[in-house]
């Protein structure tokens, strides 16, 4: 799972896998929480790109990972996220705690 992190400067983009199910949820978070820790991480930026389903364990991830980061005066943002996610980011009330963004960080530093 650490091929889905990348860190540049203090950002941790993850590219979420195709499907955000508990498996991969529970992997991204002990990988994020693993990486805040012993980084200087300030934003973490999920990158949809690949992501065509999330359940709600994948829910609960983002939002565990938005508070743990507004706690550390950091952020959390989402970027290309596809109808199917935006919806399910909607209907959970996600979206009105996290940003989401059209654009893509660059940035290649791989872990």
Known sequence: MDNYFKIEGTDLRICVPAELDHHHAEQIRRGTDRLIRSRNIRRIIFDFQKTGFMDSSGIGMLMGRYKDMYFMGGSVKAVHV????????????VSKILKIDEGSPTGSGDI
């Open 82 to 93: 596809n109808d199917r996610v935006r919806k399910i980011l909607r209907l959970s009330g």
